[in-house]
């Protein structure tokens, strides 16, 4: 079984060899503004996943602050620009990684759960924690269905790379959700 360094070296390794290092880049140019303007950030998304076991291609950032608005006006006066017609979505001018974040504390989705209220400011990525980051995309799933097949598949994914017990402490709103992909996962006729 692989170790959690080994795992973050293949993500990193991942994000180098498909050209997304401007991912890395991106990530770590937003946090350095969000520390100087004391915002709190979760890191969540595609790169939460590579962090927590399951090296995967992503496109994009996504943190979740406390205010999207006032994140969205500090990040637009240092170096990113905000994205037409979104509310939510600025773009960084060097790399052209789009950063998308999403209100700590609130839904953005029909789903469950609303999502985590960051607490702690910091220029380096405070990733989601897994139990967090399974509930917040099975939530995401359970509001919008097929539109969010990604974030079954990562669930999917994380379940078996990080060979996750049924009894995974998951919110109790997507429970039943997480023990169905567990018990597909773990019929007699499957290996995992």
Same mark, same amino acid.
């Given at each position: ?53 399951? @090296?995967?291609?992503?496109? $994009?950032?996504?943190? /979740? ?8 006006? *500090? &990040? %637009? ?40 209220? @960051?607490?702690?400011?910091? $220029?380096?990525?405070? /990733? ?8 917040? *995309? &099975? %939530? ?53």
């Amino acid at each position: 079984m692989k170790t959690f360094a080994q795992f973050r070296q293949q993500a990193a390794f991942l994000r180098e060899s498909s050209g997304s290092t401007n991912i890395e880049k991106t990530l770590l140019k937003a946090l350095t503004v969000l520390k100087l303007f004391n915002v709190p950030h979760f890191v969540c998304g595609g790169f939460a996943v590579q962090e927590h076991g399951y @090296p995967r291609f992503t496109v $994009d950032v996504d943190l /979740i602050v406390p205010d999207v608005k006032f994140a969205i006006e *500090k &990040l %637009s006066m240092n170096g990113f620009k905000q994205n037409p017609g979104s509310r939510m979505t600025v773009t960084d001018r060097e790399t052209k990684v789009e950063v998308d974040l999403l209100p700590g504390g609130e839904r953005v989705d029909p789903g469950p759960l609303t999502l985590p209220m @960051p607490t702690h400011v910091s $220029d380096k990525p405070q /990733i989601l924690g897994l139990e967090r980051l399974i509930s917040a *995309k &099975l %939530s995401t799933y359970i509001g919008r269905g097929i539109d969010r097949s990604q974030d079954y598949a990562d669930v999917v994914q994380l379940v078996k790379a990080n060979r996750l017990t049924r009894n995974f402490g998951v919110d109790p709103k997507v429970r039943d959700e997480y023990h169905k992909i567990w018990d597909g996962l773990h019929q007699p006729d499957r290996t995992v």
